[in-house]
T-cell receptor, first 116, second 113 residues
Framework: AQKVTQAQTEISVVEKEDVTLDCVYETRDTTYYLFWYKQPPSGELVFLIRRNSFDEQNEISGRYSWNFQKSTSSFNFTITASQVVDSAVYFCALSVSTGGGNKLTFGTGTQLKVEL | GAGVSQSPRYKVTKRGQDVALRCDPISGHVSLYWYRQALGQGPEFLTYFNYEAQQDKSGLPNDRFSAERPEGSISTLTIQRTEQRDSAMYRC???????????FGQGTRLTVV
């Protein structure tokens, strides 16, 4: 069975601070995908990134960066110079190749509040 | 269509009534997924289809829940004899195939009173 743990329930930062959201996953499969989604107050799920288990390169997209560490089963997400518009719930998720490719197991989410 | 479309966006129903939630996937997408998200939780997998075939229904919580996709396009999730604990956001997603990433719809907010 798969499991995703987001230990941080809520984080509050002041605008322009950097913030890292933690994600730890568990799976016995060797082939899997990791995801991050953003859920703003409007409620939709916004896709941010998908990374497969064979690609441990860190990725940067604008103010967003992701650190994938297989050794610690972690896939952490950092927002640099946070902005009020970053306020949302962020979900980390996992899917394995032996299930449907998009049968996702989600964490419980981290509520990020960015204040002026 | 341009994106995954779900209807209705909001549904309030009385306990004991049946409800049908509709998902219209992106045109041509083979795979379709249903998730349920309770307040304050992450989405939980319910079931998925490839074309019209239901591949996995392991996440359906009990036999009051069923889903179909008879022509391999639009899907309906049906909840019979609704209970208050069924109140949640129901999300549909579709993907070009089982390996391509999925696109989520806006969801249907179901409230059982």
């Amino acid at each position: 069975a798969q499991k995703v743990t987001q230990a941080q329930t809520e984080i509050s930062v002041v605008e322009k601070e950097d913030v890292t959201l933690d994600c730890v996953y568990e799976t016995r499969d060797t082939t899997y995908y990791l995801f991050w989604y953003k859920q703003p107050p409007s409620g939709e799920l916004v896709f941010l990134i998908r990374r497969n288990s064979f690609d441990e390169q860190n990725e940067i997209s604008g103010r967003y960066s992701w650190n994938f560490q297989k050794s610690t089963s972690s896939f952490n997400f950092t927002i640099t110079a946070s902005q009020v518009v970053d306020s949302a719930v962020y979900f980390c998720a996992l899917s394995v190749s032996t299930g449907g490719g998009n049968k996702l197991t989600f964490g419980t989410g981290t509520q990020l509040k960015v204040e002026l | 269509g341009a994106g995954v479309s779900q209807s209705p966006r909001y549904k309030v129903t009385k306990r004991g009534q049946d409800v049908a939630l509709r998902c219209d996937p992106i045109s041509g997408h083979v795979s379709l997924y249903w998730y349920r998200q309770a307040l304050g939780q992450g989405p939980e997998f319910l079931t998925y289809f490839n074309y019209e075939a239901q591949q996995d229904k392991s996440g359906l919580p009990n036999d009051r829940f069923s889903a179909e996709r008879p022509e391999g396009s639009i899907s309906t999730l049906t909840i019979q004899r609704t209970e208050q604990r069924d109140s949640a956001m129901y999300r549909c997603a579709s993907s070009a195939d089982g390996r391509a990433r999925a696109f989520f719809g806006q969801g249907t907010r179901l409230t059982v009173v």
